[in-house]
């Protein structure tokens, strides 16, 4: 996995967590369809092969 990639990756994997965060505090309809719809895209882009998944993570978080 390339440099770019990795923080491709760090990227989306924050802006799904962004968007949970915001679901938790303000729960709500919209929310929850904008919460389902990234992690639907996620999913098919994993599955497609589209994105590239690090074999390992470490959160530091």
Do not use: C, H
């Not at 303000?26 to 929850?32: L, S, T, V």
């Amino acid at each position: 996995m390339s440099k770019s990639s990795r923080y491709e990756w760090r990227d989306q994997q924050a802006s799904l967590q962004e968007r949970m965060k915001n679901f938790i505090e303000n729960p709500g309809a919209d929310q929850m369809e904008a919460v389902i719809a990234d992690m639907r895209t996620y999913a098919a882009a994993a599955k497609a092969g589209t994105i590239d998944i690090p074999e390992r993570f470490v959160s530091f978080g």
